[in-house]
Each structure stands twice: as C-alpha cells, then as structure tokens.
C-alpha cells in the first residue's frame, strides 16, 4: 500500500476526530502538527508491509478498518464502535426483530471479555441454559474478547439448522461448560400477552419499532376483558428503540418528564414527557439481571413515581445512550453521546434498577414467565404482591 492510501486514511481518521468526538477543541492543525503522530502510523504501514510472515495476505481495507476500531477503541467505552459498512447493516435487524442465529444478546464488557446481556425468551440460547452475566470465551474454538464482539456475533449467526460450539464461564458458578446449540430463525414477539386467573400478564422482551403501539393494544384488551391488575414482565429484556419504552410509559404512567439524556457538559439535550391520561389499572414489574436501557428506563420511572412495585433482581444498569453516525463508503460511528436519568434525577448507569423485593430463582429452574409459573419464584411473588394490593 503506497503512502498516499494511507494518508487518506489518516485523513478520514482526522474527520471523524473533528465530527464526532469533540469533546474539546481538537483542530487538524493540532494534529499535524505532531510529526510523531502521523510518522509512527507511516513507519508501522511500512514494517508491517516488508516483516509480516503473510504479508501479502494483507488487505488495504482491512488495515484502515483497524485503523479507525483502534482509534475509537482508545477511548475505553464498551459502547462506542467504529462499524464497518458491513456492520451498519446489521445495525437494522435489531429493529426489525427478525434474524437467523441462537438468539443471545451480547455486550462488550469493562472486564475484556463478551458478556451475555440476556438471552431471547424461547430462543436457542435460552433452551440451552445461557443465562444473563455468563461470558463467552470461545465460539468454535476461536478466542474472541470485547474487542472482537461484532466479529462474535457474526459466527453466533448462520444458516437455520447449522449449529455453533460456545464455550462460556458461568456467572453463578464461574466454571467453563461448553454448549452446541442448533440456529433458528429468530423471530422476536417483542409482546407477550396472556392471563393468570383474573390477572393480565403482559412480558416485553425487548423495544423494537412496534412495541409499544403492540403494548397498548394488549393492556387494551386485559383492561376490557376485566383483569384485577396487571403484571409487566421485563426479566430478560435488553432494551431497543427508546421511544417505544416512552409510549408504553405514556400508557402506563401520569403526567411526568419520564427520562432525560444529559450531555458530557450536564446539560439536558433531550427531555422525554408523558401527557396526564393513563391506565391506572393496579400492577406490578418483574426485573433481573438481564434486564438493561430501555427496559431500566421505564422500570426507574415506575419507580419513582411509586407506580408499581419492583420485583426481581437488580437490573444489568446500562443507562447511557449511543448516536450512529453515518460515513462515506456506508461505514460508520457509535458513539456514546449521552446519559439517562429517571425522573428524580437518578443515573442507572452501572447501578441498575434496584427492587423492592429482592427474589432469587431456584438453581433447578427450567425458566422464567408464564409457562414455568410453577417454578419461577419471581412471578410467584408478584402474583402475590399484587393480590395483597
């Protein structure tokens, strides 16, 4: 690769420096001006070039894609990525709700290391016993670490009926076990609604584009079939699409400023409110490790406006926000913007929601939600919490 390529990569790296990441007054002109900073990245392109044992499998583009992780990487955020044209694609399956592969949600963690966020209700991954907090160390017997998530979910997915090896160690007992699970098509019913005698069970697996308009209609028909309360189930939910939490809140919730994204200068750049009709029908929410963002939001404003009673276990606490930024070529940026607070003014980032009543599920538990209500200790307790209300 000639100089020239590689100083047109320093040169988009320069952009995205002055685009996206001005968190203070960086200039090119200060960036220039370091020699040093522009001759190590030449003299690297060059050793790297004339000493690689497999040099010539080296690709131009593939070097300035670890160019561009390697810059955003330096700044220690698990959340902020470079994503590569081919990753900003799949960007848009998180939305969709619909995708081939064993159904996990994964999270780059502080730690280093791939951590599961929660697995999909039903999935795969679920049926094979992946639990929230378990880390993946290997996929296929290939190593991967936070650095290399996008890379990890992209072998976690394939074709329906191929199966994938998955080494983890466990979160509760911190030993290695290794799983191979069969890939689905997955299909995320972001809603699931049913009924528990004369009380409404409404599950949120995770906020996709359809889910609250899905939420409302199903809190709808419990409230005219004469439900006495409803139970919300987020156990498991790993967030998604803001606005869809803010109208199940508008639902569910009196007039408040339901969450608001502040700024790395503190200030409010967004502030989300609800208007003052609702369903005030009785109920209670249903959280645990595995619950995170969006799902954290509308839990911590349940909370205080002391709407309902938590149940569960702490939440995951992820309660910052990432703006994609769109670059030439259809690569792009995520990049952490902003933080969440709840409506008194609490962050929920890296503390979680915690519950009013602490519950722990049995170790022999074959699930959670209605179809294991015999052994889900959790959907027990909420079942008579809210009896007693």
Same mark, same amino acid.
Do not use: C, H, W
């Given at each position: ?26 200039? #090119? ?32 583009? =593939? ?29 848009? !399956?998180?939305? $969709? ?52 998530? =996008? ?10 009926? $191929? ?33 528990? @005698? ?10 996709? !584009? ?9 809190? =709808? ?9 409803? #139970? ?6 790993? @967030? @998604? ?37 609702? =369903? ?21 404003? #349940? ?10 276990? $702490? ?32 962050? #929920? ?38 009896? !007693?209300?």
């Amino acid at each position: 690769m000639k100089n020239n390529k590689f100083l047109k990569i320093i040169a988009v790296v320069l952009l995205v420096i002055t685009t996206a990441f001005v968190t203070r007054m960086i200039t #090119i002109r200060q960036v220039l001006s370091s020699n040093e900073n522009f001759g190590k990245v030449i003299v690297l392109e060059k050793y790297l070039r004339e000493n690689y044992l497999y040099n010539k499998d080296i690709k131009d583009e =593939n070097l300035e894609a670890g160019l561009l992780k390697g810059l955003v990487a330096g700044l220690g955020d698990p959340y902020s990525q470079y994503l590569t044209a081919e990753e900003m694609a799949k960007l848009s !399956e998180t939305t $969709t709700g619909k995708f081939q592969g064993i159904g996990v949600i994964i999270s780059p963690d502080e730690d280093g290391t791939v951590t599961v966020i929660s697995p999909i209700k039903g999935s795969p991954a679920d049926r094979a016993g992946v639990e929230s907090g378990d880390k993946i160390l290997k996929i296929n017997g290939k190593d991967f670490s936070a650095e290399k998530i =996008n890379e990890a979910s992209k072998e976690m997915r394939g074709e329906k009926g $191929t199966s994938v090896k998955i080494l983890l160690l466990k979160k509760k007992n911190l030993k290695t076990e290794e799983v191979e699970i069969k890939r689905e098509e997955i299909k995320i019913d972001s809603i699931i609604k049913d009924k528990i @005698g004369d009380l409404g069970y409404i599950g949120i697996t995770m906020f996709d !584009e359809e889910t609250g308009k899905d939420f409302v209609k199903a809190l =709808n028909e419990l409230t005219s079939e004469g439900v006495k309360g409803i #139970i919300l189930d987020m156990r498991g939910n790993p @967030g @998604g699409v803001v606005d869809a939490a803010v109208e199940i809140g508008d639902a569910i919730l009196p007039k408040t400023s339901f969450v608001t994204l502040k700024d790395n200068k503190g200030e409010v750049v967004q502030d989300y409110k609800l208007d003052d009709k609702y =369903n005030d029908i009785k109920m209670v929410v249903l959280v645990n490790e595995g619950s995170a963002s969006a799902s954290e939001i509308l839990a911590g404003a #349940i909370r205080d406006l002391d709407r309902a009673k938590i149940i569960g276990k $702490t939440s995951y606490g992820k309660g910052v926000v990432q703006n994609v930024m769109s670059l030439p070529g259809g690569d792009g940026l995520k990049l952490t913007t902003s933080e969440y607070f709840t409506p008194s003014g609490k962050s #929920i980032n890296k503390k979680g929601i915690v519950p009013d009543i602490e519950v722990d599920l049995p170790d022999d538990v074959e699930g959670i939600g209605i179809d294991y209500k015999d052994t889900d200790t959790q959907l027990q307790k909420a079942i008579e919490v809210i009896n !007693e209300k």
